[in-house]
C-alpha cells in the first residue's frame, strides 16, 4: 500500500463535499477546524451546493471537485466535509490513478467509505474518521486523528474515552491480523459487485452503522455473508451501531445478539464496542494499514505506520 505524506503544519487541506449537503455555516466550521490544526484550508468550487435535496450539488459538480482535488500535487489531503449520501452516484466518473500518481490523505467515514473502498483498489492508505464541519470536535477524537495523520510510526494499541469500558467485548475470542478495511456497514453490502468491492481476504474487517431497523441489520449482514465476504476475513472488529430504532422491542433481539447469531459461527475472532461510528468519541481508522484484533483482550493495535515521511 502507497501511504501519503505525513501532514504537517501550512499543509494544504481540499474541503470536498462528495455527498449530502452542508447545513448553514458548516463550511465555515470546517475551515476553521483546519485552520485549528495548523493546516490551511482549501474549499471546494461546489462545496456549498445542493442539489435534489440530498445532494450538495450535482454529480458532474461533486465529482469535479473530487477529480481536481485528486489531480493537484499541491494539496496534501481530502477532508470531506460530511456523509449523507451521493458518493456511490459518482465513484465512476473519478480518474482514481491520479491518486497514487499524487498520494494524499483521504479523510471521512459513513457515505465515504464508498470512497476509501476505491482508495484501496488504487493501492493507497485511505482514513476513516470525523468530518469537519461538525458542531464538537472533542478531545478524544483529536487525540486520535491527529497522530495516525501526523506521525509517521505505528499508533500501537488504540486508547478508549475515559469513563468507558475501556476495551470491547469479546463475541469470539482470539486473535488475529490483517490490514483493516471496512466501514459503514450499508456502503460496504452496496457497494458488492461492483468494481469497488471489498477485497477482504486475511483482512480484519471494521464496520459501523446508524439508524438502522434491526432486520435491516439482519439482511446486510446476511448480504456479506452470502457475498463471501465474512468467510473471508481474518477478524471482526465492531463499532457503533447506533440509533436503531427498534432494538429488542416486540421480541426483536438487540444489535449484540443479531451480531452474536449472524457472525459468531465464522470461527474468527469478534469484538464489539470499539469507538468509531456516529459516536462523537470516534476512532480514526487507517484503512489499508496491517493491524491486530485481540477480541479477548477487547483491543485494536495499529502495527504500520499510516502515513510516510515526507521527502
Known amino acids: 500500500m502507497i501511504r501519503p505524506p505525513a501532514l504537517r503544519p501550512g499543509s494544504r487541506v481540499a474541503l470536498v463535499a462528495a455527498a449530502g449537503p452542508l447545513p448553514p455555516g458548516g463550511v465555515e466550521r470546517a475551515m476553521d477546524r483546519v485552520r485549528a490544526f495548523g493546516w490551511e484550508p482549501v474549499a471546494g468550487r461546489f462545496c456549498r451546493g445542493r442539489c435534489s435535496g440530498y445532494l450538495a450539488g450535482t454529480d458532474d459538480e461533486r465529482a469535479a471537485d473530487l477529480d481536481a482535488a485528486l489531480a493537484d500535487p499541491g494539496l496534501d489531503a481530502i477532508w470531506f466535509l460530511r456523509g449523507g449520501y451521493g458518493t456511490m452516484r459518482i465513484l465512476d466518473r473519478i480518474g482514481w490513478p491520479a491518486l497514487a500518481a499524487h498520494p494524499k490523505a483521504l479523510i471521512g467515514f459513513s457515505d465515504n467509505t464508498a470512497v476509501h473502498l476505491a482508495a484501496q483498489r488504487a493501492g493507497v492508505v485511505s482514513f476513516h474518521g470525523p468530518h469537519p464541519h461538525t458542531a464538537e470536535f472533542p478531545d478524544f477524537a483529536r487525540d486520535t486523528f491527529l497522530p495516525v495523520l501526523t506521525e509517521p510510526r505505528p499508533a500501537g494499541v488504540l486508547p478508549f474515552p475515559a469513563g468507558s ?11 488475529a491480523e490483517g490490514p483493516l478495511l471496512g466501514g459503514n456497514l450499508s456502503l460496504v453490502a452496496s457497494t458488492l459487485g461492483t468494481p469497488f468491492a471489498i477485497q477482504p481476504r486475511g483482512a480484519i474487517l471494521f464496520m459501523e452503522e446508524v439508524g438502522e431497523h434491526v432486520y435491516r441489520l439482519d439482511r446486510l449482514l446476511s448480504h456479506l455473508k452470502l457475498a463471501g465476504v465474512l468467510d473471508a476475513v481474518a477478524g471482526i472488529a465492531i463499532g ?39 459516536v462523537d468519541d470516534n476512532w480514526t481508522l487507517p484503512m489499508g494499514v496491517r493491524a491486530r484484533l485481540d477480541a479477548g483482550a477487547g483491543t485494536l493495535e495499529l502495527l504500520e505506520p499510516a502515513v510516510a515521511e515526507r521527502g
Do not use: K, M, W, Y
Open 240 to 278: 457503533a451501531f447506533s440509533e436503531v430504532p427498534d432494538e429488542g422491542s416486540d421480541g426483536r433481539p438487540t444489535v449484540r445478539e443479531l451480531l452474536q447469531d449472524r457472525l459468531g459461527g465464522l470461527g474468527v475472532p469478534i469484538a464489539f464496542g470499539f469507538p468509531f461510528g456516529h
Open 165 to 175: 469500558a475501556g476495551r470491547a467485548e469479546a463475541l469470539v475470542e482470539g486473535q
